[in-house]
Each structure stands twice: as C-alpha cells, then as structure tokens.
C-alpha cells in the first residue's frame, strides 16, 4: 500500500479520494485531523498530563512502562517491535491495561494526533480476535476514507506475524456481492457503507463483534449523519461487546455524544500544561498597508538568520499577494491555503519540514496542529482578529506558539497598520507581556535581535 501523503491511495482497485474542499480557509476537524495524520512519521511526545475516571473507583491503577508487562502474545510483541515502538507512550501506558483487562471494560480516551493511540486499540482489537474464526469480530468506525486507510495499515503492520487474522475495508467502492460472507476477522469502516454492510447487505453477523472502536469521536460528531449512524451500528452490538471510544477533545457535544454510545466506561483525559509565551520574543513594526508591510518584511528577511519561519495571513487573497511578491523578489518560500487538497497540504509541510523550503505563507490553517521543530519565527502579516475586528487572542496565542513548541526559544513579529495599534496593545494587555516596537529601516537593530 502507498504510503507517501500526496499519492492517491488504493487498495483492491479502490480508489480513496477525499471529499471536495470547503471554498474558504476554515478548516473542518475532519481535515485537521487527517492532515495531522498524514505527516506524522514518529510519536509526539506529549505535553499533557493524564488524569483517568474508573468505572470501578476501587478497582487498582494499573500503568505499564514496558509490552512485556502487558504478557501479550509473542507474535503481537514482535510485530509492536517491527513498527520502532520501543515503550508505551503516555496514552499507551494507561489505556492500554484497561482495554487488555479481562473481563473487557469500556473506555473512553481523549488523544491528541501522533500520540500512539491508533497502535493502542489496533492491540486490543488483534489481542481479543481468534485467527481460527473466520468472521468479523472487530468493528473500527473511522469519518474518512483516509483514516480508515491508515488504521489498515497499523492493523496490518502490528499483525504481520498473526497468522490469520486478516483486515477487510467497508469504504464507498469495496464493493462486496450481496449473499457473500465477510471473512475478515477485523473490519475497517467509514460508518455509511460500514451500516450497510451491517444492515442493508448482511454480510457478518453484528451479535458476534468483540470490539467496537470509534476513532476521531469529535469529527464524528461535526456531520449527525455520522452520530445517528455510529449509535445505530452501537445499538445492535452484544451486549459483552467491548466499547472503546477515542477523541482529540473533550467538548460538551463530545462528552454528550460518548455518553449516548458508551456504558460505564472508564474515562482518560489529557490535560494540556499551560502554555506561556515567556520562551518567545514578541516584537512589532508599525506599517501603512500591505506594501509596505511586505518592505519591512524583506528587512527584517535579509537581516537576520533565518531557520525557518512561518507567516500568517488573515485572509487567503493576502497570503496569495504576499507570496507571488516574495517568490517574484526571489526568495524560496511556499504556499498552504484552504483551497488546496489534504494531500497537497500534507505534502508542501512535508517539503517545509525538510527543508526544501524555509518559509510557509499560510492563513489560520497552520495556527493550530502542525508542529515542525524547527520553526524559530513566526510573523504576523495581519494580526489575528474576529468577525467584530477584535482581537483574536486565542489564535494569536497559537500562532505564535509555532515558533515555540518543544520548549525552544523563539521569535515573533507583527506587521501592524497605524490604524490596528489598538488591537496590538489589547493582546499586549491580555497576556500581559511586552511586544517591542521595531523600525524595520534600522538594519543594525534588526541584525542584534538574534544576540
């Protein structure tokens, strides 16, 4: 199966492309989702601590620092050890001994992008199904053609060395003859075609599922086709059924939603440390319009050391201006927008991230999500605002952040109208913190700033 993000995946003839983007830059959780999945290639180190709600308060805390201490099977431990995994990540520590325990409990896990817990349920899904049953007995929901894609390919990594347990796809164009039996013990799903697999086709009996995972809860829930279906298919399951629900946030429609679908469940949350801004320097230039901006910005360019930056627009016209300007005034940079596909987006952060360029022109898409490590600047070519031209302190926040992530040091500049003075002191008051005014024409006060 392909696996570099731009290509178009298939499997069995199947062609997965994604759905027709939204014309605008707000991007769905769907898309955030996928495009975090697309580019990550090793674990996130979280910066989340967890706390877990047991179903049974008296009930021992179990965690494990190793697989061993997990006693899996030896096939199961050389396959977690073929993938490069070589101790349980936060998340993996704590859910992986409720969802292994015996007899099966329900959990409900939240779980930031590339933290390992797609490896998680894809254990416990291998670790409950018996090779010698040749029918479905694991259900994985996922929102997208791709999701269901990737979790396929954990499946079939973890599993290489399980001898017979196989993974089948219910996505739109796996097309499988009414009246013939799915065999697959482990069923990989986007919830319209994996309803009518269930109902409409009858191609497995749902009563005999062992485990029923739900991935990406809180994309689930952004489409209620998506809900009412996944409640559907959870209703008709055995009542021992395992119900293992994951989710990146924990929002009241999230928590509302895991309680329709989950009984008694243990819950795990992680709950992210504070973010500061006292590791990045915050500066600003005073400026009269976009040209203007775009001077001070090819300043501040050529005067100090560049590792690689990102700059954010507030709107997608003004990223596009900005970066034929920059390209036209020969400088290397590229280009992420809404209107571009998953693929593409996944595949120009893969070029930033190694190094093929060293500045991204982006609007509020890259705000929030996408780590790249060595990111040290972050400029603001409009300052972030909302609908009622206030500040936007959570997404400057954000933005900024970018160039501070795994606890380096970083730098941030905005590119401020006269007229937008205000709304730069305002997040200057809000987070109560000093943004330094800059003369982007003084090129020795420019070039000391990296001192």
Known sequence: MASNAGCLFRRNNVSLETED???????????????????????????????????????PLFSVTTFEKLHLKPELLQGIYGMGFNRPSKIQETALPIMLADPPQNLIAQSQSGTGKTAAFVLAMLSRTDPKKEFPQCLCLSPTFELAVQTGRVVEKMGRYCVNIKVNYAIRGNIVPRGSPVREQIIIGTPGTLLDWCFKLKLFNVKKIKVYVLDEADVMIDKQNFLDQSIRIQR????????????????????????????????????????????????????????????????????????????????????????????????????????????????????????????????????????????????????????????????????????????????????????NLPLLFKIQDHFKILIQRLDPEDMEALEKIED
């Not at 999945?37 to 979280?46: A, G, N």
């Not at 595949?347 to 040290?376: H, P, S, W």
Request: some cysteine; proline content about 3%.
């Open 236 to 419: 008709s399951l055995s009542s021992d059924c395992q119900l293992l629900l994951f989710s990146a946030t924990f929002e009241p429609p999230v928590l509302k939603f895991a309680q329709r679908i989950i009984p008694e469940p243990n819950i795990i949350t992680l709950r992210r440390e504070e973010l500061t801004l006292s590791n990045i320097r915050q500066y600003y230039f005073e400026c009269e319009n976009k040209e203007d901006k775009f001077r001070a910005l090819c300043n501040l360019y050529g005067s100090i050391t560049v590792g690689q930056a990102i700059i954010f627009c507030q709107t997608r016209y003004n990223a596009k201006w900005l970066y034929h300007a920059l390209k036209t005034d020969g400088h290397q940079v590229s280009l992420l927008i809404g209107e571009l596909t998953v693929e593409k987006r996944a595949e120009v952060i893969q070029q930033f991230r190694d190094g093929k360029y060293k500045v991204i022109i982006t609007t509020n898409l890259c705000a929030r999500g996408i780590d790249v490590m060595q990111v040290t600047i972050v400029v603001n070519f409009t300052l972030p605002t909302t609908v009622f031209h206030a500040p936007d302190f959570e997404t400057y926040l954000h933005r900024i952040g970018r160039a501070g992530r795994f606890g380096k040091n970083g730098l941030a500049f905005n590119m401020v109208e006269r007229q």
């Open 21 to 59: 983007e939204q014309d605008d830059d707000r991007v769905s959780l769907a898309e955030m989702s996928l495009l975090n999945k697309l580019i990550r290639r090793s674990l996130v180190e979280s910066s989340h601590r967890v706390e877990i709600l047991q179903r049974d308060p008296k009930s």
